[in-house]
């Protein structure tokens, strides 16, 4: 199977021809603005945003298909905001919700399939090949993105705090090709560039005592329905007032197994495997050479993305829980047989749910309706050319973002504030299992999902930049701890980062700077200009061409908000109002500043205070040495009003 796996790899066929494709014959390039390594949906995010921006970019990518694990059967954009959250991946999920209705009709099966739900695993469903034809379009469209297919990264020039170019190798030949250029992407899933650079990087979990986090290290949790403690209840009232998916039940730590230390292991990884029940496109699965029913009955069986249009599933098992820790920093040989142990036991376990008669007979009827898809990865018998990474390196950067990142802060109610945040999380800390142990009828070691217990965070630009690289954006594995990665690892949020990571390159060109030099604060001002949602809020949608909203996000990285609700139609009180003037007077930034900001404003929200008036409103503008015309006497001060008239005037 290894000897046909290396054929299929290295005879894929290129299903669309990009603007500019490189070929192994040709010369290379002159330097390029920006190199991206590898065409995830967050390096196309990247890429596309940085070339639109009118950037210079090569794409690298290992295989001759595009898109990451969304196009090789995830299956599901998993969010738990519905709203639009940055161009590029609204354009996505938009163009694809539009496929099924223009070719399937409104209404049809397909459609009903594609669009979002209210709870749950529903933010839209797709299958592989449409997300990759879409996701190669955008890259096909841009005349500034030149594309390289069949190569990883083999080592890195460097120069004191600049990486001045990358030589890449054929992934399954000797050939290599160099190419230089004045920035670069890390958007692997495993995090590849990180060693062949030499920065500091993670792997596996972080001991409770390092950054005191609460589900650190080696921990056992188990479901509960109720809220284990007065605490976690009061957070889960808090939480569901948000506007955001819901997902039941609680889990509770399991004592004293979980002891909380550190250790190497990341969690499991598996295929998305996609099936079918259409007879005319569902193909026969066949027992296994090396079948072993006994082995195969300890494995989880259960995890369903449903329905995909056009009567398929995705199948988001079977686990391998141990031999998936030789793929983090495995080379490709080793990751190459990591893959194969994996879709052997993927292919085993869906004949012995079809077939042995130790599965109960329920199962095995609606496992035998299934069988591999026809029209899905032709070219590689059927089988995904990625496999679901789930975590790998993880940067050490400027920021490590860590579990207090996704817990609000005492004193306000919502998460710390990002002085530099270019996206933001909202899914729950979410870990699959790390070891296969147990304990008084807990979940597998490792394994959390914390619902009521995360809440949106702010991602800072920090966390992209390695202390010792001044040319270097990590978008994917970014900087991070073991806990709160499992609400970071999202397609969705790659792709917001990712094109805000495009929009930092284009900005550090043309003020002709370095990423790591660039000003966060013109970052911050160019994204909220441009409807990329850097901070979550229940009221808002960034989708509209409003100069409030564009406002609220950019005083969103200055503590202006000590909640989620922008409320930008209320009047703004006059206790609010002192406190955003002495904020701007003072013009001091940063972590401690802007988070005693939002505590003031939570004060200030708290207490009786009457709205400002618009004589007030002014004096307070003169103050700030804004020029501006007085306001009409009778007209209402909104916080809207307000913040629109404070940016404009900052601009």
Not at 521 to 544: E, P
Request: hydrophobic share 40%; charged share 20%.
């Amino acid at each position: 199977m290894k000897h046909l796996l290396v054929s299929l790899f290295l005879n894929m066929t290129l299903w669309f021809l990009p603007a500019s494709t490189i070929h192994a014959a040709e010369p290379p390039a002159a330097t390029y603005d920006l190199i991206v390594i590898e065409a995830t949906p967050g390096g196309i995010a990247t890429a596309v945003r940085a070339a639109r921006e009118g950037l210079n970019v090569l794409l690298v990518n290992r295989t001759q298909h595009l898109g990451g694990i969304v196009a090789n059967g995830l299956g599901v954009w998993d969010t738990l905001y519905e709203g639009r959250r940055s161009p590029i991946y609204d354009e996505v999920r938009r163009s694809i919700i539009e496929h099924y209705r223009l070719t399937y009709g409104e209404g049809s099966s397909q459609h009903i399939a594609a669009l979002p739900g209210k709870s749950g695993h529903t933010n839209g469903r797709f299958e592989p090949s449409i997300a990759e034809k879409f996701l190669t379009e955008l890259v096909v469209r841009e005349k500034n993105i030149t594309l390289l297919k069949g190569y990883v990264p083999a080592s890195v020039m460097r120069e004191d705090r600049m990486i001045q170019g990358i030589t890449f190798q054929q992934f399954q030949g000797r050939e290599t090709r160099t190419f230089v250029a004045r920035f670069f992407a890390d958007c692997t899933y495993e995090g590849d560039l990180l060693p062949l650079t030499g920065v500091t990087y993670r792997v596996g979990r972080e001991s409770r005592a390092e950054f005191n986090e609460h589900h650190a290290g080696k921990i056992y949790l188990r479901p509960v329905k109720d809220a284990p403690t007065p605490e976690a209840a009061s957070m889960a009232a808090m939480h569901d007032r948000l506007n955001l998916r819901k997902f039941p039940g609680f889990q509770e730590i399991v004592s004293p197994a979980s002891t909380g230390e550190g250790d190497l292991n990341v969690q499991a990884f598996n295929y998305r495997t996609i099936l079918t029940s259409n007879p005319s496109n569902r193909l026969p699965v066949e027992k296994p050479a090396d079948y072993d029913p006994e082995f195969l009955s300890t494995l989880e069986f259960g995890s369903i993305v449903s329905p995909l249009p056009n009567k398929k599933i995705g199948w988001n098992r079977p686990q391998l829980v141990g031999p998936h820790q030789a793929y983090v920093e495995g080379d490709w040989p080793t990751r190459l047989k990591v893959m194969e142990q994996h879709w052997q036991a993927t292919m085993g376990l869906l004949y012995y749910l079809q077939n042995d008669p130790a599965v109960p007979e329920e199962r095995r009827r609606f496992f035998s309706t299934y069988g591999l898809a026809k029209d899905e990865f032709a070219d590689n018998a059927h089988r995904p050319h990625e496999f679901y990474v789930r975590e790998a390196r993880r940067l050490t950067g400027r920021h490590i973002i860590s579990q207090h990142d996704f817990t609000p802060v005492k004193g306000t109610s919502r998460t710390p504030i990002q002085h530099d945040s270019i996206a933001f999380a909202d899914w729950y800390m979410d870990a699959h299992a790390c070891t296969l142990g147990k304990s008084q009828g807990s979940l597998d070691e490792g394994k959390m999902m914390l619902h009521a217990e995360t809440f949106p965070a702010q991602i800072p630009y920090r966390a992209l930049l390695s202390p010792d690289l001044d040319n270097l954006l990590v978008p994917v594995c970014l900087s991070s701890t073991h806990v709160a990665w499992g609400a970071i690892r999202l397609e969705p949020t790659w792709m917001q980062v990712g094109e805000s990571a495009g929009y930092a390159c284009a900005l550090a060109k043309n003020t002709g700077t370095t990423p790591a030099s660039l000003d966060s604060a013109r970052l911050v001002r160019t994204l909220s200009a441009n409807h990329s949602m850097i901070t979550f809020f229940n009221d808002v949608d960034i989708s509209l061409d409003d100069p409030s909203i564009v406002a609220a996000q950019v005083f969103s990285t200055q503590g202006f908000f000590h909640d989620y609700d922008a409320r930008l139609d209320h009047p703004l009180k006059t206790a609010t109002a002192k406190v955003w003037l002495q904020t701007l007077q003072s013009r001091v930034s940063g972590p401690d500043a802007v988070q005693k900001t939002a505590a003031a404003v939570a004060s200030a929200e708290a207490g009786y205070s009457s709205a400002i008036t618009p004589e007030a409103w002014h004096e307070m503008l003169v103050l700030l040495g804004h020029k501006t015309a007085p306001v009409p006497a009778g007209s209402e001060i909104t916080r809207g009003r307000a913040l629109r008239d404070l940016n404009s005037a900052g601009q």
